[in-house]
């Protein structure tokens, strides 16, 4: 549902072409003022880099409430809206629901929002873990999920390590396979908190992919599916350092360019086509797919599989891997009904699907600052 590659070569044709006539007629003065907007572009982009650095700096040793914070943000999340809050209980944290960051027409039910709760909620027990502190998840309440932070034995690990590096890596991917070993490590991340990951790779891949492109369709023939997405696009650094969250246009391989501009593009040349067919060059460069489906089909499983999603992604960060999702065959009604028909679910909800495989790392998404989401 990312808006990429193809649109990409697509632009990319056109800028050559316009630079190309340019050249022919205006020669040094066309060049000369493209050199100086690359330069422009680069200076432009220092918010962004600070604040990328900013957000990944290491976790201190002991470590302020403001800095776990940090650590749980840097889960994944729908749409990088961040729909959480965090305030201080008495043997912890609290993280609460930000219904004012829903993302309703890809989620409307909230799964995807609960799901990212218990990304963020797993970040923030590890990082806990790794500096002495218990990092266990309470019953939700009033308040929210409670994540304690009562003194404990400290446990540093892969998992804790992978925080600051873990991304949604959306490339393409180098082809080779995962040996069964690395399958099962990944698998029995996911069983932690009693969610099945089903592994497909191979020919069945195709069989997943088919689903993906007939739900990403779906989704781009929705005019108000397209403009929740394009509302969440940051298209330069400068853009996303400002706001703190959204798609950062780099992070999904797109050039970046002023805002202004980017809005006439997307619309002139986000196109189905070009979408689904970087899709498929996408899954069929990965390793294969995972699916997740938790125990039950409730905000409580859906936690669940956003908890057990952050630990396969960061197990997987820790062993030189990427992933990235692939949720258009579960966002889709009809298309996650022939998923569980696919699978063989009995009637379980697919909860997330992921690609795995090995690729070089995207530009990061940014977050809000841990002041910004603490009450
Ligand atoms: C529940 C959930 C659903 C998501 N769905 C998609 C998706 O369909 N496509 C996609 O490219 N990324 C998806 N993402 C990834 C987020 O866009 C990503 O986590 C966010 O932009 C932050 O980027 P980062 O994880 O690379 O830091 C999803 C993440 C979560 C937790």
Known sequence: MIWIKGHRRRIGDLLCMEIGRRIFIGGAVAGAAAIGAGLWWRGFSAPYVAAADHLTAPLPSQPETLDLVRFATLGANGHNTQPWRFSKVADGLAIAHDFSRRTPVVDPDDHHLYASLGCAAESLCIAARARGLSGEVGEAGAEGLIVTLLPAPPEDGALFNAIP?????????DG??????????????????????????????ELILDLVIAGNTRQMDNPAFVAELKEG???NGAQAARTGDGLYAAASGNPTMPEPVGRILFDAFFRKESDND????????????????APSNDPAGWIAAGRAYQRMALRATAMGLRNAFLNQAVEEPAMRAELVSLLDLNEMRPNLVFRVGRAPPM????????????D
């Open 165 to 173: 590096e873990s991304q949604c890596t959306r490339s393409a991917y």
């Open 176 to 205: 080779t396979r995962l040996t069964y070993e690395e399958v099962s490590l990944l698998e029995a991340e996911a069983t932690v908190h009693g969610v099945a990951a089903i592994w497909r790779e191979g020919a069945e891949v």
């Open 233 to 235: 696009i940051r298209f």
């Open 278 to 293: 970087k899709y498929a060059d996408h899954i069929r460069s990965s390793a294969g797919i995972f699916t997740l489906v």
């Open 363 to 374: 530009p990061r998404s940014l977050r809000r600052l841990p002041e910004a989401v603490m």
